[in-house]
């Protein structure tokens, strides 16, 4: 079946499909669902199908997206069609693609055309728009969510395999869960925001619909890099997928702190999505939510909503009532707002940064409801902020946090509402969720979208660094899950392999504090053979992690079992003095679980 992304792709190169058939295709699916509210403009098929033939020209193996189709959501500019934000008062003609729609069109992706949205992308609904309202596939009653809506229901519809969207509050997720689709909202500034109708300038990320992670990551990785062009872009690394890891821990909330507003059958799903991540070894460490739910209320109680109203002032005062009511109510308090309150909320942001980082010491990432429940278009209808803002509780914290996050099916509630899970990790780590979240959504053997596909193969990750990486062993502290692993992600590092030693190596515990191991070579085959992982570092990211090992540790050649020879952690036999030979237990992972259940003083695990 060609419907996720990498399989269109693999046809194309193969020949047993090509990039104008399949155009022609997602053409004959738009009239044939026909649902006017999705698309606000589409480009000319016969267009579309000269620009498909005209690929052959070029070498489909350099071409990542050979021949797949994108729809863009239309506060994102596509050179001959008008952006309008879903406001038509607003709309122009573009004289050049936004730098995301360029990169794709590079990677030989095809712009079908743009896509509905709660205007100016205010909203979590999918009901705010004067082009009407898309129809959610999996359930007709209920929103499509927003603001990404027509770029979600797309995607879920079977219309195009991938579809962007933006971010800011949640509008990259939210529509995700209720389409039973991937979204994958990307650190800030790590994809391009030049060319993009703002929202919230300092905090707008382009996102990602796709039927899968796998092809969710392909347009990342094409997406992805720093623009001379967008003063907020900012160099952040993309790794590549890793292995799934061992030792993962995940955060979830304390008990009592969550809120389903009284929707059991969410409650229960959400439940069952932990026993899922438990069933493939993740440990789960409980955090405090609070934090998280105050740094949300700034985003629309805070002088965060002046961004907003920055955009649209000039429609405001010459055509208010050009712009959507409950958008023009939630928008014009931003003009009320004084430099001072513009401060005190800059400042109690930064504290609460400060203290939600520690909310990740120890974690891989946070998993949570991706929305706490689901409203159907009435409900909506009939009380619009209230429960909009309720959409928000577990995605308005993102942006202000700096934090990357993956939106994921999880289960099709017995009423057929989707629910969907949401990783969260701090910036940086998007390879990381990508990486956890494919086994995750592959696990639930969820059909794909609403046309009840068949989940496919989980593809093989690249366990070899690419040529730009250079393979590190970690033994200690750095292992997956363990409290020092973020200084790794954080770098772009990735997980290839767990294995182990030759046994050539005997393991201490240094008289540290905190403890850490020290991996000692000795006479070949006289020693043990010392569990270990292998990450692949970005080259441009290596030196900084070894500038930083302290003394007694230094990095040299470690031997693996199978004779190959890697940079990793060790320490000198001078260094040893009274250290404890740990070497029987195989490695410090198990060295640390027994420490833990067999001291009482125990307070952590050991760095």
Known sequence: MTETVAAIVAAHRAGSQSPAQTVARSFRRIREHDDPAIFISLREEDDLVAEA???????????????????????????????????????????????VVARLRQAGAIVIGKTNLDQFATGLVGVRSPYGIPTNPMRADLIPGGSSSGSAVAVASGLVPLALGTDTAGSGRVPAMLNNIVGLKPSVGLVSSAGVVPACRTLDCVSIFSLTVDDAVAALTVMGGPDESDPFSRDRTLAKLGSFPTGLRLGVPRDGQLIFFGDKAQEAAYAAALEQWRALGATLVSFDLEPFYETARLLYEGPWVAERYLVIRNLLASQPDAIHPVTR???????RLSAADTFAALYRLQELRHTTKHAFAGLDALVLPTAPTAYTTAQVLANPIELNSRLGTYTNFVNLLDLCGLALPAAIRADGIPFGI??????????LLASIGRVFHSKTKLPLGANR??????????????????????????LSGMVLNGELQALGGRLLEATSTAPDYRLYALPTTPAKPGMLRVDAGSGTSIALEVWALPAATFGQFVAAIPPPLSIGTVRLKDGRGIKGFIVEAADIGSAKDISAFGGWRAYAARSVTTSPRHSGTPR
């Open 53 to 99: 033939e005209a690929l052959a020209s070029k070498d489909p193996g350099a071409l990542p997206l050979y021949g797949v189709p994108v729809a863009v959501k239309d506060n994102i500019d596509v050179a001959g069609l008008p952006t309008t934000a879903a406001c038509p008062a607003y709309s122009y003609l573009p004289a050049r693609d936004a730098s």
């Open 329 to 335: 109510e939630i928008t014009i308090a931003g003009g």
């Open 422 to 431: 949401t990783l969260l990790a701090p910036a940086n780590r998007d390879a």
């Open 453 to 478: 596909l068949a989940m496919p193969p989980l593809a093989d990750t690249d366990a070899s660094p690419t040529g730009d990486e250079i393979p590190v062993a970690v033994v200690g502290a750095h």
